[in-house]
């Protein structure tokens, strides 16, 4: 073959490599296309089933938030005895157990609302911790009554977490 026959071969095949290169580049893009809208149509169909589950949970992490701010934990459990150390225990344990309730809740919320849902609850128990060494503490009553005052001068732990809880809550919709 001299250099004339190879120049008319590429001329002629030169049409069909771009209309193969360009049916190449139309097909993948619609086959992407195509699996992003069906990725986007299955996202669509679990958050369906997803939000009302994350709403439960915020509901729950609120309830517990609730459950564990010192004023009602305090009017909801009432000491057995007289001591403080026993009534210390009591309130700890509630608050633990209440919180081992609410663990699987962790998979509907973000990482972040977890991590003040946790700070909230350790602040309280520290909170009863402070409270029962204070000087003026020597029964299970006046523990109350220095864990109520406590609160009068600031806020109490889980007030802020609600708060974030309110704010995340309000972002989903």
């Given at each position: 073959?001299?250099?004339?026959?190879?120049?008319?071969?590429?001329?002629?095949?030169?049409?069909?490599?771009?209309?193969?290169?360009i049916a190449y580049y139309f097909f993948k893009q619609h086959i992407e296309?195509?699996?992003?809208?069906?990725?986007?149509?299955?996202?669509?169909?679990?958050?369906?089933?997803?939000?009302?589950?994350?709403?439960?949970?915020?509901?729950?992490?609120?309830?517990?938030?609730?459950?564990?701010?010192?004023?009602?934990?305090?009017?909801?459990?009432?000491?057995?005895?007289?001591?403080?150390?026993?009534?210390?225990?009591?309130?700890?344990?509630?608050?633990?157990?209440?919180?081992?309730?609410?663990?699987?809740?962790?998979?509907?919320?973000?990482?972040?609302?977890?991590?003040?849902?946790?700070?909230?609850?350790?602040?309280?128990?520290?909170?009863?911790?402070k409270a029962t060494q204070h000087e003026?503490?020597?029964?299970?009553?006046?523990?109350?009554?220095?864990?109520?005052?406590?609160?009068?001068?600031?806020?109490?732990?889980?007030?802020?977490?609600?708060?974030?809880?309110?704010?995340?809550?309000?972002?989903?919709?």
């Amino acid at each position: 073959m001299d250099i004339d026959n190879i120049i008319e071969l590429l001329f002629s095949i030169a049409p069909a490599l771009v209309v193969g290169a360009i049916a190449y580049y139309f097909f993948k893009q619609h086959i992407e296309n195509e699996n992003s809208r069906r990725r986007f149509l299955l996202q669509k169909d679990l958050q369906k089933e997803t939000f009302p589950l994350r709403l439960q949970a915020y509901e729950r992490m609120a309830l517990f938030l609730e459950r564990i701010a010192p004023a009602k934990l305090l009017t909801r459990v009432h000491p057995t005895s007289s001591n403080k150390e026993d009534y210390e225990s009591l309130l700890i344990a509630t608050i633990e157990q209440e919180f081992e309730h609410n663990l699987s809740q962790q998979i509907y919320v973000s990482d972040q609302c977890w991590s003040i849902t946790q700070a909230a609850k350790n602040a309280t128990i520290q909170l009863i911790r402070k409270a029962t060494q204070h000087e003026n503490t020597d029964t299970a009553n006046k523990l109350r009554e220095v864990i109520l005052t406590e609160l009068m001068d600031k806020p109490a732990p889980s007030n802020a977490a609600l708060a974030f809880i309110k704010q995340e809550v309000s972002d989903m919709w």
